[in-house]
């Protein structure tokens, strides 16, 4: 009866130990982050594909991608739908699994207060939490490594209950196959495992002998599950990850150290020093643990240094240091995605100091509160706590809200769908211009901010434009016409005398930081300020106007010039204007080609305001200088005509 009461409570620990990793990943998967990440993106555009019948064996797009992932994950969408949630899940599912596997390994290795423990940490962690809740592909890695970590182990180790050695050598050849398919950080369990049986060569003989065919066998599984993927790698354009991150590791073949050694240092510091640098996963540099819990940490590798005849805390060892060892030849140091396949002991380590410190209580006699503060579960129950707080702090509360994470996840495109969502009846919907930041030298320029609005607006009344506020402004047409300018960019102050009135302004909640600003388009009468010009077609295009802002364009500087177009028909895109400043001789001496609009967006009666630069050389003199522009497709190179060609001589000049 005790031992089933025992078995009953160990069960509802880690019980306890998986929902509280399942809390700490799948609730406000919409708020935390705190919008669509461009990677995300992208990547759900693929996972679209694949849901509509695309089937790459591996996808030669954003820099390479695995695709075994991006499967996965259509499947996900099709059940649970394009939203937040339905792309979410698969990451918060996977980083649950990883707890679950890692408790299995830990139980396996030192018992169930380090499992329990070790889960618990894994579940609140700063690390897992993060990538649980991104939602591409770095965390779906996890599992197929735990489990190929579990049953090397049990081939390396066997017991009593391993009745079925087969089934070991087919779990980790299956653990190490499909985690090649999911992300190259998988890469580090061959090596792993060479390295357990060089470790078994070197000090346990008779523990090699009855190892290494299972180990062998459990490679040559892997090679046949990997194989068509690296056939498809080695006779395919090249395409990977590595050939984008991998600079300090061609810098090493070219006979340079520095680069590694620095990417070398800079990882090893990521634990209590410095963490990832990069703003899309983590507060900026934050590292994995703060000095208590690193305390713990390095304690735990200590330990393992201490007791190297113990093959399991040299198991421990060679995972870390293989774990983390992408990023000693990689870019950024510190990647929290290179080092990816070392999560899983990092959480362990501080977990053996912790038993250290609880045995403490054998050593004194007779004191109950020494033995009372000393026991296990109260370390459990604090340690748990710290860790778990110094990930809400800096993840849940901080990170979402900083001003370059906001941006990176286009936050107020994010804010911008809840609020128009919230308007529900209130509102007729109608037309809405909507700025957002440009990438110029992107052939679509302004693709992703649509995309994620499309995602996040439950609505189906909302007629969208897009245009970047600094070098544009779109006037909607149509009777209820609004326009929003989100926080990033600012609206070019050449613009703001265009603004109709504003009627709302809403303010991130935590940090009252400006999301976006609504303004009143539905009064025709703003538009009285624009003069009418010549009407001049370039295809659905009309020029209703051009002025070059005072100053003039001088000697040595830029002008500007302000172009208005009338919208009179549908239009494909990429579309950019040229603006041309010619000297007295008819030669362009400047010029700037732009179009800062989603054109396909656009609809008949609207209006763009559009700013060109207009460079001057120092040693051109302008008596007078004339303006040259046109329209022509920047895919194509194909000029809009006019009646009288493909350009025109604005009746602007510019004088000394």
Excluded at 406 to 435: K, M, N, V
Excluded at 528 to 540: L, S
Aim: glycine share 8%; charged share 15%; aromatic share 12%.
């Amino acid at each position: 009866m005790n031992r089933l009461t025992l078995h009953s409570r160990r069960w509802l620990v880690l019980t306890a130990v998986l929902l509280l990793a399942a809390l700490m990943r799948f609730p406000a998967l919409d708020r935390v982050p705190p919008g669509w990440r461009d990677d995300e993106l992208i990547e759900l555009d693929m996972d679209s594909r694949i849901e509509q019948g695309w089937r790459p064996l591996y996808i030669r797009e954003a820099e390479g991608h695995e695709p075994l992932y991006h499967y996965l994950h259509a499947g996900t969408l099709a059940l649970f739908g394009r939203n937040t949630f339905g792309y979410r899940w698969l990451p918060a599912a996977f980083g649950t699994l990883a707890t679950a596997l890692l408790v299995a390994l830990a139980w396996r290795l030192f018992g169930f207060k380090v499992a329990a423990l070790g889960g618990a940490l894994y579940g609140v962690g700063l690390w897992p939490v993060l990538y649980s809740r991104f939602g591409v592909r770095h965390i779906g890695v996890l599992p197929f490594i735990l489990l190929a970590l579990y049953a090397l182990d049990r081939i390396i180790r066997p017991q009593t209950a391993d009745r079925r050695p087969q089934l070991a050598i087919l779990l980790a050849g299956m653990g190490m196959g499909l985690g090649l398919y999911v992300y190259y950080a998988a890469w580090v369990m061959p090596v792993l495992t060479l390295v357990f049986g060089l470790y078994l060569f070197v000090f346990d003989r008779p523990r090699f002998r009855h190892a290494w065919l299972g180990l062998a066998a459990a490679l040559v599984i892997a090679g046949v599950i990997f194989f068509p993927l690296g056939w498809d790698l080695a006779h395919g354009p090249r395409v990977t990850r590595i050939e984008v991150t991998g600079a300090p590791f061609q810098a090493l073949l070219e006979g340079n150290p520095h680069p590694v050694v620095e990417t070398t240092l800079g990882t090893l510091g990521m634990f209590t020093f410095k963490g990832d640098p990069e703003w899309l996963y983590n507060f900026s540099e934050l590292p994995v643990f703060d000095w208590i819990a690193g305390a713990a940490f390095y304690l735990g590798i200590a330990i393992c240094l201490l007791r190297l005849r113990d093959a399991r805390y040299d198991f421990l060892l060679a995972w870390l240091i293989v774990g983390i060892s992408p990023a000693f030849i990689s870019v950024p140091p510190a990647s929290y995605s290179h080092t990816i396949a070392a999560q899983g002991v990092t959480y362990l380590l501080p977990v053996l100091a912790l038993g250290e410190i609880s045995n403490l209580k054998s050593q004194i006699a007779n004191r109950k509160w020494a033995k009372y503060l000393l026991k296990f579960e109260i370390w459990y129950l604090i340690f748990v706590i710290w860790v778990g707080w110094y990930t809400y702090h800096y993840y849940f509360d901080w990170w979402p809200n900083h001003a370059m994470v906001r941006f990176a996840y286009h936050a107020d495109t994010h804010d911008l769908a809840r609020w128009l969502d919230a308007e529900g009846e209130q509102s007729t919907g109608g037309d809405l211009a909507i700025s957002t930041t440009s990438n110029e030298f992107a052939p679509n320029p302004l693709p992703l901010d649509p995309q994620a609005l499309s995602l996040d607006l439950k609505r189906q009344d909302i007629r969208p434009r897009w245009f970047d506020g600094a070098y544009a402004l779109v006037l909607p047409n149509g009777s209820d016409s609004r326009i929003a300018l989100l926080s990033f960019p600012h609206l070019n102050p050449l613009l703001e005398p265009f603004l109709p009135p504003q009627i709302a302004e809403y303010h991130n909640p935590p940090t009252n930081q400006l999301a976006f600003r609504v303004y009143d388009n539905s009064d025709s009468s703003q538009w009285k300020n624009i003069g009418p010009g010549n009407a001049t077609h370039f295809g659905n295009l009309t020029l209703v106007g051009a002025t070059i802002p005072t100053p003039p364009p001088q000697a040595g500087g830029d002008g500007f010039l302000l172009t208005t177009w009338r919208v009179d028909g549908p239009l494909t895109g990429p579309l950019k204007e040229f603006a041309h400043l010619l000297d007295v001789g008819g030669q362009m001496v400047g010029g700037d080609d732009r179009l800062n609009v989603l054109v396909e967006s656009l609809r008949p009666g609207d209006l763009v305001i559009q700013i060109n630069r207009l460079p001057r050389p120092a040693q051109i003199e302008c008596t007078p200088c004339r303006v040259r522009i046109g329209v022509y497709n920047s895919a194509t190179g194909e000029r809009l005509r006019t009646a009288e060609g493909d350009q025109m001589l604005l009746p602007i000049e510019v004088r000394p």
